[in-house]
């Protein structure tokens, strides 16, 4: 595969994963039931213009009929007085109308055979539709149901790791708690045992208590003699 044609599969794959997160297919659905009721549409107004122009015909062949009629009256007349000629021109007249009459019966059976066949089109289109809005509107629940049920399982995956979060943050303070307990009790005892000075000195516990005992001596060694002073 060139490098062309990689960028081209590249590029429609990132297309296609684009358009998937943005359909929904309700509203592709919806768009669908749309388009159908717009042919429906369609085909009922083709019904009326075959009708209107069927209609349009029957009106002219209607009028043919009565000058045909009118052409054969006007030719008995003119028989009756001896004009064959005017009987004559008004029979070619009226063999010129009986073909239009004729021509226009033929275009108006096509018309009525137009007129049904668009009318049953309607009809097996009515029923096809009925029956993609019945699935339409089931696959939209379902749609709906599955998507409701996705995102509760999602905002419960979603406590879930936060109670686990909370749960590790607790079991850590508690094991930082005990250790800083440990560490405090150690440095106690070795404070306790003379192996560490305590904070603020750099006398060790023994050296202080020596020094402790020291000054207690020479405090009452003082008081003695200020006793004796007195007594003077």
Do not use: C, W
């Not at 009565?66 to 007249?93: G, H, I, M, P, W």
């Not at 749609?143 to 419960?156: C, F, G, M, P, Q």
């Amino acid at each position: 595969m060139g490098l062309l044609s990689r960028l081209t599969a590249t590029i429609k794959a990132k297309i296609s994963k684009l358009l998937d997160m943005f359909e929904d297919p309700r509203e592709t659905l919806d768009y669908s039931y749309k388009r159908q009721l717009e042919l429906q549409q369609e085909i009922k107004k083709g019904i009326a213009n075959v009708v209107t122009s069927k209609k349009r015909l029957e009106h002219q062949k209607t009028k043919l009929e009565s000058s045909v009629n009118s052409l054969n009256e006007q030719a008995r007349e003119a028989v009756a007085v001896n004009r064959d000629d005017l009987a004559t021109l008004a029979l070619e007249r009226k063999k010129q109308m009986m073909n239009q009459i004729e021509a226009l019966s033929t275009q108006i059976q096509d018309m009525k055979l137009e007129q049904d066949r668009l009318m049953d089109m309607d009809k097996r289109l009515a029923t096809k539709v009925e029956i993609f809005r019945s699935q339409k509107e089931t696959i939209k629940a379902q749609y709906s149901a599955a998507e409701a049920k996705v995102r509760i399982t999602e905002a419960t995956a979603g406590i879930g790791e936060e109670m686990a979060d909370v749960g590790f943050a607790v079991q850590r303070a508690m094991d930082k708690t005990e250790e800083m307990q440990a560490r405090s009790e150690a440095l106690d005892e070795l404070i306790e045992q003379g192996v560490i000075q305590e904070f603020g000195t750099d006398k060790t516990r023994v050296e202080m208590e020596l020094e402790k005992i020291k000054d207690e001596a020479d405090i009452k060694r003082e008081l003695e003699i200020m006793k004796q002073e007195v007594k003077r």
